[in-house]
């Protein structure tokens, strides 16, 4: 079973959520202190979502100088997959493990609901359970999720297949706007060029359970438990 | 007599002398005055008299309130706690319990509504895992003025981020709440916030200061200035005068709030501390006098000792300061490196600022100077009790009086749309979607269902929780209406298949001076104890607020229900939406038809008056247990509690169907032989309670029937649900017709229209 | 002709301002000792057209006094700028 | 010495701005007409301690680029005030 490290930065509030999620596919989940410089032979990282630090100034820009961020900069380095949810995803950006940035909004509120999204990226540590372009309903939370880069960046992500998830209308009468904030190009994830660091806005801790209403979202976990076992 | 001074205490230099105006400036009446000149055996020293104003005020005192308070049902095999804490807590199955509270936010809100809001979430937060329970939820209840004012809709929208800025940064899920407007809230809108956490009932902790020797620290962020004499300023009516007076605003730090939080729970959990207590209204002064007088014992404070964010605050600044994120925390000595570590790692401080005493003095000094000595339990025992005048305002019995409402706009078909698209009925998806539902990953029914329902991981059993409160039927007869919200919420909880366990309530009104707003007060409470004692509903906690008024007057009374209910088994819980076509309709209670207080007059008659149908409170009883047993025996498909806009409301809302499926369902419904005896308007908007709509699968309609028997409840079969989005409805010789996707999009689209503009009512911060 | 005008609205003195605080403890973390009393707020700019530089401040304040700045938590101050 | 820096975080040109388009729509609707162009970014004043004005300036240029601006989004302006 594949060892996960779930990064815990003071204001992570999905960081519980993330563990168990991970703990019911069976993987050796466990947290990480953000102070921490090692992270304990993680063969997968997780920075889950929250407001690491308040969110204060922007989302993640604290958060990047923990100490814990140059040990996964190293496992991103060598290889190692590394899933950034929500605020996790505001992390890598700030921490250049991902281009662009993620901005306010473009509706200025707060957004908690259903979006659908398809996987456009199926070979990825996290995604490699699902079939190319099915469709999942995942929840979103956030005030912070629209994905914009330089227009060669997007150019680049697009024509390197990098646009992991992507926001879509889930039917001719859907009640959905297809896209919650704004993000260019309807990103919901992406991924770096070696695929192995993935930022995802949507959550799929919170849609990996039944009883929730929504099961879309345990794919991502149990794809590192396949990928560990193929490896 | 005067006897000899307990203890010396001194003024400081620069202090203003204690004259009669700066005692009526303090909000202190002659009466309350001599009794502190009594109390103290000398006159008191400026620092005290800011003591005993906060202490004394209406907020901490509960001077009015406190006799009738008594009154309400506090006990039962299941309460762990009752009031007198900073949450109730009733234990749930496996070891678990679970500690809810509610508090308004009022004032604040109307002044700053963004950080009014925001802290106010901030403080019910703090109240509930300062007993050491784990925050799951938050519901918030909230009243403005109509939309079409641009002010309200400013205040609507900053609230609603406040709210939302604040649980979404904690990490709270937010499962439901309630939204209401009517011109009584101008000017004086409300902010009632809820919250409801988890704890092992062995691990439960107690705000009582013990130990002679005993350490006091204070725990989070520093003092500041503000909100300095907030209790006093709530305990007064909105003025031009109060904006002079005006305490300077509270800013919420959720982050900090967030970090204060996990370190409470860890210190409460490792056994480290004796006693925690947040610092909530007149801040470090309640809190520790409260501590001690439940402890009874004595403190010293060193007020200089206290981190503060300015320089040079005196002790009665720091004393009275209502700065956020603050805990106080009473230790063993040789415990502080062990919680001084725990603290530092959620990178807070922990500062000593005095000790337990042994003389029951609440005594506090600042640079070597005594500047309180008062006995500790007399200031909390001896705040006079006053019983107001009580009598039925004219308006309300003229009101109640009437019979003939005038002419409806519109016809019984159009009136549907138009009560739908009434902000108080039709969607609430625009505020609750800045509400982060599902973080957590608990969330089982999110809001837009009857009651809120989460899971325990590890645990078989589900939480249910709501809040509500009709606060037309209050104003027309307060003591149905009291018994009125009880009913609601109750009957909330039992649609998700919950059993109601207990309550917190949240008591709004006017300025209690007045007999008219006493009488409204003294008659819901008795309305919610009869509804609790029929219920077995214990009431474990809760928050009065009065002086709500504004030039324009007192707000509509409005004492708001929050109750949680248990489902044995999670998987259970019942949806109010219709689930799939072919489903069984029925309809369980009576409808006798009768419109007073209703919306239908309120909104398409335009006329708030008549006389509300009274409560049946054994016809609720039946309904809730027929209710929990059917969802226990997997009967139903969905439930959904009649209320505002009567049984033509429900049914409209139980077939457009939550707020995310891709399209409405509809029906085919005949209800000439439901009630036959009652005109159409009437069965369609009259508002009786004990009443709801389930479905069930074809295959069940012997055993549902069989089962509401035994129980003892009407009901009656109504036909069925349709997968083509046409709501028909047959009664006696009349057919309507409605498009279910046209009645969702007026449904959905009522409050975002009215807000499209937000901005021009004014940008409010980032 | 057209003013480019440059506003700052600063939360107001003595109120908690938890960014500032938690951007300086940032700063300082990161070796950034010599940095203290960090406050944050809003930066606005806009176009103003006016007859003269006195009627766009004029105007510009208004605009602050009403919709830009928050006057219960919040100060503001402006510069007008000749394009 | 300590010196008052003022740092003005702008969107950068190019960059939807919602927050921005709000406000100008809001003036507008207020009667504000003569308004345009408006963009909102942050406002962030700090005390710096240094020898020099140049040193403070140089030091608050760092701060900048490791923390206070996005340099992916951001663009920002410092001005030095001897205290
Ligand atoms: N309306 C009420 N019904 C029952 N108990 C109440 C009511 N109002 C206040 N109480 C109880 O009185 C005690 C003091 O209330 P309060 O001062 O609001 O607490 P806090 O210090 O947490 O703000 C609490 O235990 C509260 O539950
Ligand atoms: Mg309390």
Not at chain 2, 62 to 88: D, I, M
Request: charged share 20%; hydrophobic share 40%.
């Amino acid at each position: 079973m594949p060892r996960v490290a779930v990064v815990r930065f003071p204001g992570s509030n999905c960081d519980l959520d993330t563990l168990r999620a991970a703990e019911g596919v069976g993987a050796d989940a466990y947290l990480v202190w953000h102070r921490d410089t090692d992270l304990r032979d993680a063969d997968v990282v997780i920075l889950p979502g929250g407001f690491s630090y308040g969110d204060y100034l922007r989302s993640g820009a604290i958060a990047r100088f923990s100490p814990i961020m140059q040990a996964v900069q190293r496992h991103a380095a060598a290889g190692g997959p590394v899933l950034g949810i929500c605020n996790g995803f505001q992390i890598l950006c700030e921490a250049d493990l991902l281009p662009g940035a993620l901005l306010r909004n473009a509706g200025l509120s707060f957004v908690s609901k259903p979006v659908d999204v398809i996987v456009e990226r199926p070979d990825t540590a996290f995604t490699c359970d699902y079939d190319s372009d099915c469709r999942l309903r995942l929840p979103v939370a956030h005030g912070d999720g629209r994905f914009v880069a330089a227009p060669d960046t997007l150019r680049m992500l697009e024509a390197e297949g990098r646009v992991v998830l992507r926001y879509v209308a889930a039917t001719e009468r859907s009640p959905f706007q297809p896209n919650p904030n704004g993000s260019a190009n309807h990103i919901a994830g992406i991924c770096n060029a070696d695929g192995n660091v993935v930022g995802i806005m949507p959550h799929p801790e919170r849609a990996a359970d039944r009883l929730l209403g929504l099961t879309g979202g345990s794919g991502f976990f149990t794809s590192m438990v396949t990928l560990h076992q193929d490896s | 007599m005067v006897a000899g001074a307990v203890t010396d205490a001194v003024s400081l230099t620069g202090e203003p002398a204690v004259t009669p105006a700066l005692v009526r400036e303090h909000s202190l009446n002659e009466m309350e005055y001599a009794r502190i000149v009594e109390l103290l055996g000398r006159t008191p020293t400026f620092t005290e008299l800011g003591v005993f104003s906060a202490l004394w005020s209406e907020h901490c005192s509960y001077k009015h309130s406190r006799p009738v308070l008594k009154t309400f049902p506090t006990t039962g095999p299941h309460v762990v706690q009752g009031p007198g804490e900073n949450a109730g807590v009733l234990r749930l199955p496996e070891g678990w319990a679970v500690a809810f509270k509610i508090e308004s936010h009022n004032h604040p809100s109307a002044v700053e509504p963004y950080q009014g809001a925001a802290t106010g979430v901030g403080g019910i937060l703090r109240d509930v895992f300062t007993m050491g329970a784990r925050p799951v939820a938050l519901l918030n209840s909230l009243r403005f003025g109509p939309l079409e004012e641009p002010r309200n809709r400013y205040l609507f929208a900053g609230v609603v981020r406040g709210v939302g800025d604040y649980g979404n940064c904690v990490g709270v899920p937010t499962l439901g709440g309630e939204v209401n407007f009517a011109p009584g809230y101008s000017g004086n809108p409300l902010v009632n916030a809820m919250c409801v956490g988890l704890l092992r009932e062995n691990e439960l902790i107690r705000a009582a200061a013990q130990g002679v020797g005993n350490v006091l620290l204070v725990v989070g962020a520093r003092t500041g200035r503000d909100g300095i004499h907030g209790a006093s300023f709530a305990s007064e009516e909105l003025s031009e005068k109060s904006e002079a007076r005006r305490p300077q605003v509270q800013v919420g730090d959720p982050f900090t709030e967030k970090l204060l939080l996990e370190a409470s729970l860890e210190l409460i959990t490792s056994g480290l501390i004796v006693a925690i207590q947040d610092m909530g209204a007149a801040g470090l002064t309640s809190s520790s006098a409260e501590m001690a007088a439940r402890g009874g014992v004595g403190v010293e404070i060193d007020t200089s000792l206290v981190p503060t964010r300015e320089p040079d605050m005196t002790p009665y600044e720091i004393l009275l300061s209502e700065s956020q994120e603050r805990m106080l925390i009473v230790a063993e000595p040789h415990r502080l490196p062990e919680i001084q570590s725990v603290c530092i790692r959620w990178e807070l401080t922990a500062t000593p600022i005095g000790h337990v005493t042994d003389d029951g003095v609440f005594r506090v000094r600042h640079d070597g100077q005594t500047v309180v000595a008062i006995p500790g339990q007399r200031l909390v025992d001896d705040c006079p009790v006053y019983l107001p005048e009580a009598k039925e305002g004219e308006e309300a019995r003229s009101r109640r009086a009437t019979v003939d409402p005038g002419a409806p706009v519109v016809d019984l078909e159009g009136a549907l749309e138009m009560l739908l698209d009434h902000p108080n009925i039709a969607s609430k998806r625009w505020v609750y979607e800045q509400y982060d539902s599902t973080v957590q990953a608990s969330t089982v029914l999110p809001p837009g269902s009857d009651a809120g329902v989460i899971r325990v991981p590890g645990a078989r059993f589900g939480l249910a929780m709501t809040i509500d409160c009709n606060s037309r039927l209050v104003s027309l007869d307060p003591y149905e209406g009291g018994k009125a919200a009880v009913a609601e919420a109750a009957r909330n909880l039992a649609c998700t298949g919950a059993r109601p366990l207990g309550l917190t309530d949240c008591l709004n009104f006017g300025n209690p001076e007045r007999p008219e707003v006493f009488f409204q007060f003294r008659e819901s409470a008795r309305g919610i104890s009869d509804a609790c004692r029929v219920f077995g509903t214990p009431v474990t906690g809760g928050n009065v607020s009065f002086y709500n008024e504004s030039p324009r007057g007192a707000i509509d009374p409005t004492p708001t229900i929050g109750m949680v209910g248990l489902l044995s088994r999670v998987e259970d819980r019942v949806g109010s939406h219709f689930d799939s076509a072919r489903d069984e309709v029925f309809i369980i209670g009576e409808t006798s038809g009768i419109l007073g207080g209703s919306a239908y007059w309120a909104e398409v008659c335009d006329f708030v008056g008549g006389d509300p149908p009274a409560v049946d409170l054994e016809a609720e009883l039946q309904l809730q247990r027929f209710l929990v047993a059917a969802a226990e025996q997997r009967m139903l498909r969905s439930a959904h509690d009649c209320s505002e806009g009567g049984l033509a409301v429900t049914l409209a809302e139980a077939a457009m169907g939550g707020p995310y499926v891709p399209g409405s369902l509809g029906a085919c419904l005949d209800l000439t032989g439901y009630a036959p005896d009652v005109p159409v308007d009437g069965v369609l908007y009259g508002e009786d309670g004990a009443r709801a709509v389930v479905t069930c699968a074809p295959l069940q309609i012997t055993r549902l029937i069989a089962l509401a028997n035994e129980h003892g409840v009407p009901v009656f079969h109504a036909g069925r649900v349709e997968s083509a989005g046409t709501l028909e409805l047959q009664v006696g010789a009349h057919l309507f017709s409605w498009s279910t996707d046209a009645l969702r999009r007026i449904y959905s689209e009522a409050i975002p229209r009215r807000m499209q503009h937000t901005a021009v009512d004014r940008m409010a911060g980032e | 002709m057209t003013f480019r005008v440059h506003v700052r609205v600063m939360p107001r003195e003595g109120l908690l301002d938890p960014q500032g605080q938690a951007v300086e403890h940032a700063l300082s973390a990161l070796g950034f000792e010599e940095a203290g009393a960090v406050r944050i707020g809003r930066a606005i700019e806009l176009d103003v057209a006016a007859a003269s530089r006195d009627e766009a401040e004029t105007r510009a304040r208004q605009m602050c006094d009403k919709l830009l700045a928050n006057p219960v938590t919040e100060d503001y101050l402006l510069e007008v700028e000749e394009d």
